[in-house]
Every structure is written in structure tokens, then in C-alpha cells.
């Protein structure tokens, strides 16, 4: 796959404007179409077609193992952290409007966090499953 | 003065903790062993206190743990638990030391597990006696059953087992699927688990039922051994003696029929019965039962084989007296646990001794081995005559109550059956001690009878004849009980 | 009547999809090819789901500064949102167990994994029963 | 801080476990992560343990979830009927997890421990959450998160033993049809009804009479429930999943996963829909109590003839669950709490007993089975002695807590004069014995193989040792589990029936 310069360079030129999409997507989901769902795999995707062009290994150094895990863990926990820190101020669970200074202003930090944090584990849960099924040894090595 | 709920406490803790420190003393034997005959002298003496104050009217009554609402572990002394309790507890000191002489005489292994659950068995039994509610009785009938599973399987070979295996089967099985939903029954119907001197279900059941929640009851408490549930006693014949002397002839199959009785009386009420008429088909199965397992027991070459049929067909003249529905009757009936316990259990301490003593277990071996062992055979003699009910030993009592009220009743067959019984008793009892003095001897053999063996069988012997002379405590309680 | 039509033609598709993916979990002895099923089966839902949410005459539920604009009901689309995920998640542990599967056992026939497990479960009580025949006297 | 902990404390019980387990996944360390664990069940427990203080205190807690109104937003309802389940899981899943400590290491390679202990607190989070939620699609989501997160750590049992991918295999597709019928079910009833929210669902359902769609959706809802709680026909996922689980995974999910799902059944029969109508009856005479009658005896039968001891647990699991959906067939207040009772006592007896089995086979390192169980009994007095204990309270016998169940069931049906289905019930549970029987017959009496130097951990049996405490001490004083059924059993059927 890698020797064929077509393609490496297509990505090459691709994946700056992919991630630059899912980010758009990312941060227009209140008004738009979007939100965490959607751009986390767009995003995602950009990593999966640079590890299937230039092969596994190269796809790993640009995007590690362990930090996809850190950054799988890192949104779910930013997620229910919006959650907390709305209970810490007094409200109930997830009632993100106390974060900001009026309601409005609140309601879009609120749910701009919720996205983000969406956004990072469905990404990294895409490309986790990508690298899983990608180097499945025969030999039965662990999920 | 101890007051009356401690003397209770006295009877029914002493043998719990035996089972308790037993298990502690496995490292000296001695005493380890003096523990049981402690333990059934204080019980013995706290069963007394009790009964005397049943005597004079007072009933103590203990509440020990309330589990939910309604629900209750609770002991109560009726006139009929006052006299199982003095019973058992009596007949545990001889049994406790009997049954030190047989193991030491039979080097059995594992003693320590044997006396802790020995022990178990006994605290169980008295619970039950001095059970205050339907579901203290049932939890404590179920420890009983649960408690003597290790003795039965005792030797722990592929028959022991077997036995065990039918024991638990009987037992747990016509409990659990029987007598439960029988005590929930009357739990739905009066609304509460308690009983009362003269029934609870006079005017919570239309008669039509009574015979069927009867046939319940009847056929759940299996420990009374009527024909269908009566496999069990032979099969647990395979364990020591010293078990088939205390709990076969005393703790378990009491057991059984005091909760058959403690039913008939206090469940039922004696003249709701007899006005229903719910207990004729009782008297039926009672008396089959008595007749067919005597005639059976001629046929055992077995000693204690013989013993078990012996005393299924003892078991069946207690309910048969219960299910004769009359006052007289019933005080033959509980007169009939005191006698038979007495006598049976000398009876079975013969068979271990005859068995320890010369290694036979066969009655057609014991020709002319009277002169080897003559106390030994005496006391068969004295303690069949007891059974077969002849005057100078206690059985006449009982038996002469039992036909009294089979009389009083008007079930006049009832007479014929007791005779033809009686008549039976005699035949397949006194085979024994004939055999032993008057055929020749084939083959002689050296005895050597430990003397822990003999006493308790000489005291239990006497005890047959005090208890002819000595019997008017029992009847005073009798008739509280019944009026 | 057309239009009275198309709500009930919608509600076909559904039951229709539904049904083959059901069969496909029943019927299909490939490992694989219930998985498949399974997903099919899910998508019939989501399809169920929209149609309720649909009102006559509304746009897609994204507002528009145009006032008065009839929207079909979000609730709906947002709900699906979830059950998406949550297809997503279960079919990659179900085909993530399948590769372990073949991995383990050579093949996703359902015929020849229950087979050879009948194989290991007999031998398993063989083992031991002679382990405990060794102890019986 | 304490205010605001009360003031939030149904949620707290959920996001707890949840947010744990995304940390705990992040830790190298194994002995780091369970304790971790074992902190956050803990914490997890004293929370479960002051809502059931504040329950009592005022009848039921409305907790609505980002700042939108009950009828739309998602309302986690803690009432007197959602409090024992509650209970149940947080106290069972504390005391599996001191239990996991030896016995998780033994059974999967050191990598994956964390991830392990991750996806336990996942279970947990979604059983947890599975019961406290009070929004029919928020319930979908629970009931998936927790059957997926189980799925996973059945399938983790097949490093050891490779029947355990295909016992997860099938467990994730019988769950995930289960959960898609409930969502289909969930689905129609909006339809219908246009909300979610279970309370305002029911007095909504009330208002339509006999509609189709209803029936329809009433169908699906209770058969996807079904299947997530094992009820007899729909039970052939459970056996092998907790045969080929991991140790320490099969004690937590024999004890609390069928729980959960058994209690959504009782809360959509009863207080979703309203007992008193034909429909309900009727599926509860022709439908439910026939099951489970079939499934007491199917149960019962299948576990005397099973030779693995694993399996033969998961069937007993299948017959015991056939007693508490008995309970509810029959309808009335007193069997509905005995339902609950028996909830109760069965978590704490089938956990001990998968608890004593599963470290026996971590001493010996062999699978359990009837025949090298002979003479285990000897070597292991502590284990041997808890599980004849529980054993006993399994078979009902007085003096635990199993016996306490039995009767309140027994006591139930009679008065519901169905004194054949309690004669049934003593039948199956008679039957139950005989298996119990031949399995500490096997431990005790058989031979085994002498002196195997066993030396009884006691990280393994302490946890042993409170479940068996547990077991007897309900049996003695039960009022506490007694009057709390009860009271959810009047909430639960209301002024009805």
C-alpha cells in the first residue's frame, strides 16, 4: 500500500482539511448539524486512512496507543467533570447553565465541554478499534 | 429463687454448650466424655424444676429472638413438652454414659464429631419440647433431622451412606414438602403461629378440611414412622447404638410423636376432633401400622432390626391414642412416651452390649449365652415385660390408659387391635431371653463387657420398675394436660 | 391517500427489516452472518423510531431563523442518536469476539464450535472421573 | 459538602462506579486499580446505604437530570420499591470485590487487569443505574451498558478456558435482540403516549383503553425484559455465560445481574402498568406464572443431572428465578414483597455459593466438577463449612435466610389460596436438595486425594465468611429485609389489589 505514491500523497494533502472539517462539525453542533457524535468520527477517520496508506506501524507512531486510551478515558471523564463541577455549584447533575455567568452563556459552555469530550472518546474509540482489529495476531493475542 | 424462664435456659443450654466445648477437648478423651453426663445431669435438673412448676399450674414461657413480625423463636412448657423434656434430658445421662463405654469397647474413630452432634441432637430435642409456637417447632425439628445426619452416616462406608442418604430423603423431604405448608396453613387460617390448650382451629376451619390438613400433618411429620414414612428407622439402624438407643428410642421418634400429639391436642383440640370426627382415618392407618410392623419384626433375625419394627409399632399405639380423640386416651398416649422410652432404650443398650460385649448381632447365635451375660439378659426380660405392658413394670400403665380411653371412645376394634398387638410384643420380645437361657449353647465365647455398659443399663432397667410405683406425677400432668 | 398510505408503508419497512434480521440471528449458523442480522435487526428500529417522530409538513428538526417553521419531533433523532452508539458498540464486541473465536477454535461454524466443545466438556468429566474411581476403594 | 452529597445522592450512586471506571482504566498498577475498586464499592455502598436512610425519610426522591422537567427531562426516581435493589447490588458487588483480589489475578494475564476492574465498575454503574432510573429510553441505556460491560468480562474468562468467548458470543446476541425488543416496546408506548417518563407513562397508559399498539408494545417491552432477566424459556444465555465467566465476574453476576433486570420486570408490570387490568391479569395467570412454574422444575432437574458444578449453579439460578417471578405472578401484596424477599436473600445465597465453589477451583486451579470434588472437604474446613451453610439456606432449611423466603412465598400462595402452587414450590425446592445433597456428600464422605497442602487464604474467605454471616443473620432477624419488602410491595401496588 505505502509504495503507491498516488495515494500517499493524496492523504497527505486530505487529512489537514478532514480534521479541519470534523472540527467545524465539532463546534457548530449547537447551531447545525454536528456535535461530539459525527466530528469524532470524521476525525477518527482521518487517522484510519493515514494508518491504512502508510501502514500500521507509521500510523501508530503518529497516533500512539496509549494516548488513544489516556484521550478515550480523558472525555468520558471531561464529560461527567461538567457534570460534577454543575453539582458542586449547587445544581442538579448535568445542569450546566450555573457554569457560565447567565443561563445562556452557561448553557453554551456547558454543552461545548459535553461536545468536546464526546468528540475525543468517540475518535478515540474509532481509532482504538481500527488498531485492534488492524494488528489482531492469529495467535489469539488479548482484546 | 431462679425464676422459672432460667430453669428453662438451664435445660435447653446445657446440652448447646456441650456441643460447643465438646469439639474443644478432642485432645483428652476423659474429659471430653465426663462433659455428656454433666451436661444431662444439669438439664435433668433444670427438666425437673420445670416440671414441677408445671405441677402447680405455672406455665414459663420464653421469648428468645424475634425474626420478623409474627414471626418468633419462643418457648412455651405444656404439660406434654414438661414430660418429653424430663425424658430426654433423664435418659441422655444414661445414654451419654453408655454410649462412652461402647466407643471406648468398639474403638470407634472420630468420637469428638460424634459427641458434639450427640450433644446437638439432645439441645435440639428439648427445644422442641419446650417449643412455644408452630415455627420454633418446625426450625428445631428440622435441626434435629439436620444434627443426627452425622451419627446415622457415622462409619462413613458406602452403607452409611446409603442410609443416610435415606434418612435425609424421608425425612427432610415429608417435612419440607408436608408439615411446612401445614403450619403455614393454620398460619393463614388463625392468623397467628401460636397454639392453644384446647385447639386453635375450632372456629377457623370448616370441618370438611380438617381430615385433609390432618392427612398433612399426619404424613408430614415423619419422625412418628406411619407405614408410608417409616423406612427411615430401619435404614438408621447401620448407626452406633449408643444412636439407636437415645435418639431411635428416645430423642428423634419422641420427637416425632410429640409434635403428632402436640398437633392433635393443641392444634386440633381433642373434641374438635372427636366432634369432625377428622382423626377416624388416623385410627385406621395407626392401628395397620401397629399390627403389620410387629408382625414384620417376628421375622427380623437382627436384634436391632427387630428393635426398630418394635418400636415403629410403639410409635403408632402414641398416635393411635392421640387419634382415639378422648381424654383418657390421650394421657395413655403421653403415659406411653415415658414407659417406652424407658424400656426400648434398656432394650437397645442390651443389643449394643450383647454386640460389644461377644460380637453378635444375630438373635439365632444367642442360644445358651444367657449364663455368659445373666445381668445383661435379666434386664432384656425386665425391660420387654415393661413393653409388653406385664403389671409390675411401668408399660401396664400406659397401656391400661390407652385401652381405657380406646373403651371410653366407643372404638371397641381398637381393643381387639391392642390385644393381638400385645400378644405379638410378647412373642417376638421374649424370643430373646428365651433363646439365651434355655437352648444349649453351640459355641462358647469369651465376653468382655466393659462395666460403663452395664450400669446405665441396670439404672434404665430399675427405672422401669420405679416409674410403676413412681407414676403418679406423670398422670397428674396428664390430666392438666387433657382437662 | 397516498399519503395515508405512506405512514403505513413506512411501518412495513420496518417490521419487514426487523423480521429478516431476526431470521438472520436465528437462522444463520455463521457466527458472522448473525452479527449481520443483529445490525439489520437494529436499524429497523432506528427507522421505527423516525417514523413516529415524523409530523406531516415538517423539516428536518434543525432551526431555521424562518419563525413559525413546522419541525418533526426531535426527541426521535436524539434518542436514535444513542441507540446508533450503542449498535456501533455491540456489533464491534461482537465481531471482536468472533475473531477471537476463530482464532480459538478455527472456525465460526456454529456446528464444528459445539461440537468440539461437547469434545472438551465429556473429557473434562472423563479426567476427573477417574481421578475420584482412583480414591473409591 | 455533606448537603450537597444528600442533596444528590440517586445520582451520586450511579456516577460514581461510572466515572471510577474511566479512571481506573488508566492505571498500570493491579493492586493499585483494585483498590481503587474496592474504595469506589465501598463509597458506593455508604451511598446506597444513606439514600435508603433518606427513602424512609420522605416516601420517594425525584432527582431531574439537567435542568429540565420531570415529564421531559430524565428523572432518576429512588422510592421504596427501587431502594432494595439498590441495596442488594452495591452491598453484593463490595463484598465480590474484596472477593476478586487473589482470585482475578489467577485466572487473566497481568495486562488487562485494569481494564478488568474498569469494565466491573461499568457492570455495576449500569446495574446500578439500571434501577434507579425513572426514563424508559434512559433504561435502554443502562440495560446496554451493563449487558455489554458483562458481555466483555465474560468474554475475558476465555483466556482460560475457550468456551467463554463463545458463552459471551451468545450472551451478546441474545442480550442485544432483548434490548432492542424493550426499545421496540419503549418505542410503540411513545407512540402512543408521547412521553418517556415512566411515572407520566402510567398515567397516561391509564387513560387509553385497550388500544392495540398498547398490547403491542406492552409485549415487547415485558419479552425483552424477560430475556435480560433469564425467565425460563428465554434463559439458554445464562447458564454457560456464568459457567465460563471468570471466578470473581460469575460471583457478581449470579448475585446482581439477573436482579436488576427482575425488578424492571416487576416495576413495568406493576406500577407502569396497573394490576388491576385485564391485560396485566392475564399475562400475569397465563403467561408468567406458568413459566415459572415450568422454570422451578427445569431449573431443579437440569442442576441434579449437571456434572459441572458452575452449571449446576446457573441452574439452580434459573429455578430460584422462577420463584421470585412465581411471587409476582400471583399478584397480591404479600407475594409481591415476597418476591422481594426472596430478591434479596438470593443475591446473598447464590453469591456465596458461587463464591465457595469458584475459590475451591482457585486451590485446587482445576475446574470444578462432581467428581474431583470428593474429599475437598477435609482439606478446606472454612470453605467447605460456608458452603454447607449455604447450601442449607438454598434448600430453605430454618435458621437462614433462604428458609425466610420460602415461607413468606409459601405463606403468600396459600393465602392467595393457591395451595397447589405451594405444593409446587415445596416440590422443586425438596428436588433442590437432592443436588445440594450430592454435593457435600462429595465434599465430605467421598475419598479424595490426601494432604494437598492447602492453605486457605484469607483474602478469599473472608469475604466468604460475611456472606455466610450474612446468610445466617437474615435468617435470624429478618425484619429489616421483611418490613422493607413489604413497604416496597404497598408502594409498588398502591391502593390496588
Known amino acids: 500500500m505505502d509504495k503507491n505514491p498516488i495515494l500517499r500523497i493524496a492523504t497527505k494533502i486530505l487529512f489537514a482539511p478532514i480534521i479541519l472539517f470534523g472540527l467545524y462539525v465539532q463546534f457548530h453542533g449547537d447551531f447545525g448539524p454536528g456535535g461530539g457524535f459525527q466530528a469524532g468520527v470524521i476525525i477518527a477517520s482521518a487517522f484510519i486512512l493515514y494508518a491504512i496508506v502508510f501502514g500500521l506501524e507509521k500510523g501508530k507512531e503518529l497516533f500512539p496507543l496509549n494516548i488513544n486510551l489516556f484521550l478515550l478515558a480523558l472525555g468520558g471523564i471531561l464529560y461527567g467533570g461538567v457534570g460534577i463541577a454543575s453539582m458542586l455549584l449547587g445544581e442538579e447533575f448535568l445542569s450546566y447553565n450555573v457554569l457560565g455567568t447567565s443561563n445562556q452563556a452557561g448553557q453554551h459552555i456547558g454543552i461545548l465541554l459535553v461536545e468536546f469530550g464526546v468528540g475525543l472518546t468517540v475518535s478515540n474509540v474509532m481509532i482504538a478499534l481500527f488498531y485492534a482489529f488492524a494488528d489482531f495476531k492469529t495467535s489469539g493475542e488479548t482484546k | 429463687m431462679i425464676s422459672l424462664e432460667t430453669y428453662i435456659l438451664i435445660t435447653i443450654l446445657s446440652p448447646l454448650i456441650v456441643f460447643l466445648v465438646t469439639p474443644l477437648l478432642s485432645r483428652n478423651p476423659n474429659l471430653r466424655d465426663l462433659l455428656g453426663p454433666l451436661g444431662g445431669v444439669i438439664s435433668s435438673y433444670g427438666a425437673i424444676e420445670i416440671m414441677n412448676a408445671v405441677l402447680e399450674g405455672k406455665i414459663p414461657k420464653l421469648d428468645v429472638l424475634d425474626i420478623a413480625d409474627g414471626i418468633k423463636i419462643g418457648f412455651e412448657v405444656t404439660p406434654l413438652g414438661a414430660i418429653f423434656g424430663l425424658v430426654a434430658s433423664v435418659l441422655w445421662i444414661f445414654a451419654a454414659i453408655y454410649s462412652v463405654g461402647y466407643m471406648r469397647g468398639n474403638q470407634e474413630k472420630n468420637q469428638t464429631r460424634f459427641y458434639t452432634f450427640y450433644a446437638m441432637a439432645v439441645h435440639a430435642a428439648l427445644c422442641i419440647a419446650y417449643s412455644g409456637d408452630l415455627l420454633t417447632l418446625f426450625i428445631f425439628y428440622e435441626v434435629l433431622t439436620f444434627s443426627t445426619y452425622p451419627l446415622v452416616a457415622h462409619k462413613q462406608n458406602e452403607l452409611a451412606q446409603k442410609a443416610g442418604r435415606l434418612y435425609m430423603s424421608i425425612l427432610v423431604g415429608s417435612s419440607v414438602i408436608f408439615l411446612l405448608p401445614a403450619i403455614i396453613c393454620v398460619w393463614v387460617l388463625t392468623g397467628s403461629l401460636d397454639m392453644s390448650k384446647n385447639g386453635v382451629l375450632e372456629g377457623n376451619l370448616n370441618p370438611e378440611y380438617a381430615p385433609y390438613l390432618l392427612a398433612i400433618f399426619a404424613f408430614g411429620i415423619g419422625k412418628a414412622a406411619l407405614i408410608p414414612i417409616h423406612k427411615w428407622l430401619p435404614a438408621a439402624m447401620v448407626a452406633p447404638t449408643p444412636v439407636s438407643a437415645l435418639l431411635h428410642a428416645v430423642a428423634v421418634v419422641k420427637a416425632g410423636v410429640f409434635t403428632m400429639l402436640l398437633i392433635l391436642t393443641n392444634v386440633f383440640g381433642i373434641d374438635f376432633l372427636s366432634k369432625t370426627g377428622a382423626s377416624t382415618w388416623l385410627i385406621w392407618l395407626a392401628s395397620f401400622t401397629l399390627l403389620i410392623t410387629s408382625i414384620i419384626a417376628i421375622y427380623k433375625d437382627d436384634i436391632k432390626a427387630r428393635l426398630a419394627y418394635s418400636t415403629i409399632s410403639q410409635l403408632s399405639y402414641i398416635t393411635l391414642g392421640g387419634a382415639l380423640a378422648s381424654a383418657m386416651a390421650t394421657q395413655g398416649a403421653v403415659l406411653h412416651i415415658v414407659t417406652h422410652a424407658a424400656g426400648k432404650i434398656t432394650l437397645f443398650f442390651v443389643a449394643g452390649a450383647i454386640y460389644v460385649g461377644a460380637k453378635m448381632s444375630k438373635i439365632s447365635e444367642l442360644n445358651g449365652h444367657g449364663k455368659s451375660m445373666p445381668l445383661i439378659f435379666l434386664a432384656f426380660f425386665i425391660g420387654s415385660l415393661s413393653i409388653i405392658g406385664v403389671p409390675p413394670m411401668a408399660g401396664s400403665w400406659s397401656k391400661f390408659f390407652l385401652m381405657l380411653g380406646a373403651a371410653e371412645s366407643g372404638h371397641l376394634f381398637v381393643l381387639v387391635v391392642f390385644s393381638i398387638s400385645t400378644i405379638l410384643n410378647a412373642y417376638y420380645l421374649m424370643e430373646i431371653p428365651a433363646r439365651a437361657f434355655f437352648l444349649k449353647k453351640d459355641r462358647d465365647i469369651k465376653v468382655k463387657m466393659p462395666t460403663l455398659i452395664t450400669i446405665p443399663i441396670i439404672c434404665t432397667c430399675f427405672l422401669t420398675i420405679i416409674l410403676f410405683f413412681a407414676m403418679e406425677p406423670f398422670q397428674k400432668l396428664t390430666s392438666i394436660m387433657v382437662n | 391517500m397516498i399519503s395515508s398510505s405512506l405512514g403505513v408503508w413506512n411501518y412495513w419497512v420496518v417490521f419487514l427489516l426487523m423480521m429478516i434480521g431476526l431470521f438472520l440471528v436465528i437462522g444463520r449458523k455463521n457466527l458472522l452472518k448473525k452479527i449481520v442480522g443483529l445490525t439489520i435487526f437494529q436499524t429497523s428500529v432506528f427507522l421505527l423510531y423516525i417514523t413516529f417522530g415524523k409530523i406531516q409538513g415538517g423539516t428536518a428538526p434543525i432551526l431555521n431563523n424562518i419563525n413559525n417553521t413546522i419541525y418533526s419531533n426531535p426527541l426521535p433523532h436524539v434518542l436514535i442518536l444513542t441507540a446508533i452508539v450503542v449498535g456501533v458498540a455491540t456489533t464491534a464486541l461482537g465481531l471482536s469476539l468472533v475473531l477471537r473465536i476463530n482464532s480459538e477454535y478455527g472456525s465460526i461454524e456454529e456446528d464444528d464450535i459445539s461440537a468440539q466443545d461437547l469434545v472438551d466438556y465429556h473429557e473434562l468429566i472423563e479426567t476427573n472421573k477417574n481421578v475420584s474411581a482412583k480414591f473409591k476403594k | ?497
Open chain 4, 1 to 497: 459538602m455533606t448537603d450537597i452529597i444528600i442533596k444528590n445522592l440517586p445520582i451520586l450512586v450511579v456516577i460514581c462506579p461510572l466515572m471510577m471506571s474511566l479512571i481506573v482504566v488508566l492505571i498500570p498498577y493491579n493492586f493499585l486499580s483494585w483498590v481503587i475498586t474496592l474504595s469506589t464499592t465501598f463509597i458506593t455502598f455508604i451511598f446506597s446505604l444513606l439514600l435508603y436512610q433518606e427513602v424512609y425519610l420522605h416516601t420517594s426522591i425525584s432527582y431531574a437530570l439537567g435542568n429540565w422537567a420531570p415529564p421531559l427531562g430524565i428523572e432518576y426516581v429512588i422510592d421504596k420499591v427501587s431502594i432494595v435493589p439498590i441495596i442488594i447490588i452495591s452491598l453484593i458487588s463490595f463484598i465480590t470485590t474484596i472477593f476478586s483480589s487473589k482470585i482475578m489475578p489467577a485466572e487473566i494475564n497481568s495486562s488487562s487487569i485494569s481494564k478488568v476492574y474498569s469494565l466491573w465498575l461499568l457492570a455495576i454503574a449500569g446495574l446500578i443505574g439500571l434501577v434507579t432510573t425513572g426514563d424508559a429510553f434512559n433504561l435502554f441505556v443502562f440495560l446496554e451498558i451493563s449487558s455489554l460491560a458483562s458481555v466483555a468480562l465474560v468474554a475475558m474468562g476465555g483466556q482460560k478456558d475457550k468456551q467463554g468467548l463463545v458463552a459471551a458470543y451468545n450472551y451478546l446476541v441474545l442480550g442485544a435482540v432483548g434490548a432492542t425488543l424493550y426499545v421496540i416496546g419503549v418505542g410503540l408506548l411513545y407512540g402512543i403516549t408521547g412521553t418517556l417518563n415512566l411515572a407520566d407513562l402510567s398515567k397516561r397508559i391509564a387513560e387509553i383503553n385497550d388500544n392495540k399498539a398498547l398490547i403491542a408494545g406492552f409485549g415487547f417491552m415485558i419479552i425483552g425484559i424477560m430475556v435480560k432477566a433469564a425467565v425460563f424459556p428465554l434463559h439458554i444465555w445464562l447458564p454457560r455465560a456464568y459457567a465460563y465467566a471468570p471466578s470473581a465476574v460469575s460471583v457478581l453476576l449470579a448475585a446482581t445481574a439477573t436482579k436488576a433486570s427482575l425488578y424492571i420486570l416487576a416495576r413495568i408490570l406493576f406500577s407502569v402498568f396497573d394490576i388491576s387490568d385485564t391485560l396485566i391479569i392475564n399475562t400475569l395467570q397465563y403467561v408468567i406464572l406458568p413459566l415459572s412454574i415450568l422454570a422451578m422444575f427445569a431449573g431443579t432437574i437440569m442442576a441434579i443431572f449437571e456434572k459441572d458444578i458452575k452449571r449446576l449453579l446457573a441452574h439452580s439460578s434459573i429455578a430460584q428465578i422462577g420463584y421470585i417471578t412465581l411471587a409476582f405472578a400471583i399478584g397480591t401484596k404479600a407475594s409481591v414483597a415476597a418476591g422481594f424477599i426472596h430478591l434479596f436473600n438470593h443475591a446473598l445465597i447464590k453469591g456465596a455459593l458461587f463464591m465457595a465453589i469458584t475459590s475451591m477451583s482457585f486451590y485446587i486451579n482445576k475446574r470444578i466438577t462432581i467428581n474431583n470434588l470428593s474429599g475437598l472437604g477435609r482439606e478446606m474446613p472454612i470453605t467447605f463449612v460456608c458452603f454447607v451453610i449455604c447450601s442449607l439456606s438454598l434448600a430453605g432449611i430454618p435458621l437462614t435466610a433462604g428458609f425466610i423466603s420460602k415461607l413468606y412465598i409459601i405463606k403468600a400462595s396459600i393465602s392467595a389460596d393457591g395451595i397447589w402452587i405451594a405444593m409446587l414450590i415445596l416440590a422443586s425446592s425438596a428436588l433442590s436438595v437432592v443436588y445440594l445433597w450430592k454435593m457435600i456428600e462429595a465434599l465430605w464422605f467421598h475419598e479424595g486425594p490426601k494432604n494437598l497442602l492447602i492453605k486457605e487464604n484469607s483474602l478469599v474467605y473472608i469475604p466468604l465468611l460475611i456472606i455466610t454471616f450474612l446468610n445466617i443473620y437474615f435468617g435470624l432477624d429478618a425484619s429489616l429485609v421483611v418490613n422493607s419488602s413489604f413497604e416496597a410491595s404497598e408502594q409498588l401496588l398502591g391502593a390496588r389489589k
